[in-house]
């Protein structure tokens, strides 16, 4: 075949640059028969088609293809690659925070991608970095910042938004890394709780992870401020710079809120004391919880849209914490979290734009970019390309979503995580774990009928002489949790997960428990008494004494 005879089929394979409606419905057609194929996978079970053997081996020794296929067979192979996906919008999932994603956010991916803006540069993507920007104030206006004064970028990640966070820190306790490297006397702190990128990012930035500092938390899940108050002064005390501290508000595992009030008083006090020349960066990992940012104005005495007393009690739980985000310096959201928002759309607020100048490059370095233009967030932002695809699926779900939307769904999966608690609480059998966290993770370990579970919990938590018990127990669960499983995948109950370490007893042992988090607007009550039904038919199953 002559290559202009390879070129017109290869150029079908394209959308068309000219308006051409007949491809245009070839083009349509296209995806909505990769739709159709991945319909046809779904059934009652709570994952697409069935869980079939990954074959690792085989895949290292993938080659490319002699000769060019076509848009229909590559569809369907790629379709074929969704076999065995959990739906993570299925009523009967319950497993992890990984949202489910909206038809607008999925329409906003496409478009980006089609398109394929590069938002380093509003030459290269007009309006979706406008996008981009109006995210940024609708965000900033949600969780109390200054929209006047505030700024933001998207990034890759959660991970990402901390990494900036912790750099704007650095590059305030200790001026000029960008040119310099980094000092040994920077530290940062984060609890135990936090989510481990912090190690990542302490390493990566050069801080290392021996300069990260990790403060235990309370029992329940908090950030211990006398031992981050200690912590601080000592560093303080021995020339160490404190690059950031990092606050987490939602731990992952848990939703543990750290006590951003009080943690910004704590470092003003600092500043104050130790005569600092710069003011120790607060970097709030939100994540998980801004999103709750949207009950601020939620009147809870007056209840418009009608939650159950638990439901409210557990958003005025999260909502003390969480109305003093604007208390950060910076503040890391993912909207492919708890924004139904398709990966990757995670971004970074900064409370003070001008922090950004701290990280900006000089135009001399960057000498075939922002030559023109009047938004150049390429400037300062770590990534060079930078998709359109998170600024507009999240865009596209703030506007489905509303205030209201928001607090309507957030709502409900609080009342469901309240439920599932109720019905918990119901079984003499069950404890839940996290139970003065309010977000919609529970985390729950069941014991055998004759342990006495009204005691247990103290006990193997917080005495050393019930280390055995503590790790017979861990047995017990993980074996639950087998079960749970393996009937779930028989389209028997509800998928949830297991957590290997939820934290660490008080003598160091870490604690197994089973986890259920709510992430899905299709979950119900009857889905949730299906999770206590089936893990109390487990524990029925395993026995009392059996060998754990
Ligand atoms: C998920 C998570 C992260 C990491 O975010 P990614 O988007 O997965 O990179 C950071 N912090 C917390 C609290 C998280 O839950």
New binding site residues.
């Given amino acids: 075949m002559m290559y202009r005879d390879i070129l017109k089929r290869i150029r079908l394979a394209f959308p068309q640059p000219m308006s051409d409606p007949i491809h245009d419905s070839y083009f349509v057609h296209s995806i909505m028969r990769a739709l159709d194929q991945v319909d046809a996978l779904k059934t009652e079970l709570p994952i697409l088609g069935n869980v079939v053997f990954s074959d690792y081996e085989k895949a290292r020794q993938a080659t490319l293809p002699d000769a060019m296929s076509s848009v229909e067979d590559v569809t369907a192979e790629i379709v074929s690659y969704l076999r065995g996906m959990p739906i993570f919008g299925h009523p009967r999932t319950q497993q992890n ?1 990984i949202a489910p994603t909206t038809i607008p956010s999925l329409v906003g991916v496409l478009l980006a991608s089609l398109h394929n803006p590069n938002i380093a540069w509003d030459e290269y993507s007009r309006l979706v970095a406008l996008a981009e920007v109006e995210v940024v104030a609708i965000a900033s206006k949600m969780v109390g910042y200054d929209q006047a004064q505030s700024s933001g970028v998207f990034t890759f ?4 938004t ?1 990494l900036y966070g912790v750099k704007l820190g650095l590059e305030k306790a200790c001026p000029h890394t960008i040119q310099k490297g980094v000092p040994e006397e920077a530290v940062v702190f984060v609890s135990d709780a ?2 481990y ?1 912090a190690a990542n990012i302490a390493g990566w930035l050069g801080i290392g992870t021996d300069n990260l500092v990790v403060i235990p938390t309370t029992h329940d899940n908090e950030i211990n401020l006398e031992l981050l108050n200690q912590s601080a002064r000592e560093a303080l005390a021995n020339g160490k710079k404190i690059a950031a501290i990092i606050a ?1 508000l ?3 595992d848990a939703f543990g809120l750290d006590d951003l009030e009080e943690i910004a008083k704590m470092r003003d006090a600092l500043v104050e004391e130790f005569e600092l020349e710069y003011r120790p960066h607060i970097h709030a ?1 939100a ?2 919880g801004w999103a709750w940012s949207a009950f601020n104005d939620y009147s809870l005495e007056g209840n418009p849209l009608g939650f159950r007393p638990r439901t409210i009690r557990a958003l005025a739980g999260a909502r003390r914490r969480i109305q003093h985000l604007s208390l950060a310096d910076s503040i890391g959201i ?1 909207f ?2 708890t924004g139904f928002a398709p990966y990757i759309s ?1 971004l970074v607020l900064v409370k003070d734009q001008t922090d950004l100048d701290l990280v900006k490059r000089r135009p001399e370095q960057m000498p075939y970019l922002y030559h023109f233009g009047e938004h150049r967030p390429g400037m300062f932002t770590l990534e060079t390309s930078r998709a359109g695809t998170g600024p507009l699926a999240a865009l596209a779900n703030l506007r489905l979503f509303g205030e209201q939307g928001l607090q309507a769904t957030l709502g409900h999966l609080v009342e469901m995580t309240q439920l599932l608690r109720e019905h918990l609480g119901g079984r003499s059998g069950a404890t839940t774990l996290n139970r003065d966290n309010f977000g919609t993770v529970t985390v729950f370990r069941v014991y055998p009928e004759e342990v006495d579970t009204f005691a247990i919990m103290r006990q193997e938590f917080e005495d050393p002489a019930y280390r055995d018990s503590l790790i017979a127990h861990n047995a017990y669960n993980r074996k639950v949790f087998d079960y749970v499983h393996s009937e779930a995948m028989e389209g028997r109950g509800v998928v949830i997960s297991l957590t290997d370490c939820y934290r660490r007893t008080d003598y160091g042992e870490p604690i197994v428990a089973l986890k259920s988090f709510i992430l899905s607007p299709f979950v119900d009550e009857a889905d949730v008494k299906t999770v206590v039904d089936k893990v109390m038919e487990a524990s029925g199953k395993i026995g009392p004494g059996a060998d754990c």
Avoid: N
Avoid at 157 to 160: L, R
């Fill in positions: 925070v990640g959660g991970t990402g901390t936090g989510h990128c987490t939602g731990t992952t990992d994540v998980i993912d492919h979290k995670s």
